[in-house]
């Protein structure tokens, strides 16, 4: 069992800088690759990043490559998503998620924080 909790959330202006952090319990957490999703109002959870569960592979979507990086330090079970150059386009409720598989698909992930809100300001 992995419980996920995300926090770092909040209100930035565009061209702005927010790093998420995701806090993870359970001994088995570095068996699992990481991942951000993120769901906009009125649209459906999207996929942001993930990471291997060694950390030496990571992939984005192409909306946010070269804006976002993500990163995790085993020893201390987290996972951060380092997110700059904000756009209105990224405001969305995000939830990071562990899975054995860890690919683009939701359906690859086994556990789910309760996401934390993030809104861009034009």
């Known amino acids: 069992q992995v419980q996920l909790v995300e926090s770092g959330g909040g209100l930035v202006q565009a061209g702005g800088s927010l790093r998420l952090s995701c806090a993870a319990s359970?001994?088995?957490?570095?068996?699992?690759?990481m991942g951000w999703f993120r769901q906009a109002p009125g649209k459906e959870r999207e996929f942001v990043a993930v990471?291997?569960?060694?950390?030496?592979?990571?992939h984005y979507a192409d909306s946010v490559k070269d804006r976002f990086t993500i990163s995790r330090v085993n020893a201390k079970n987290m996972v951060y998503l380092q997110m700059n150059t904000l756009k209105p386009e990224d405001t969305a409720v995000y939830y990071c998620a562990a899975g054995l598989a860890g690919g683009w698909s939701q359906n690859e992930y086994d556990y789910w924080g309760q996401g934390t809100q993030v809104t861009v300001s034009s």
């Open positions: 990471i291997s569960w060694s950390g030496s592979g990571t």
């Open positions: 359970g001994r088995t957490f570095r068996s699992y690759a």
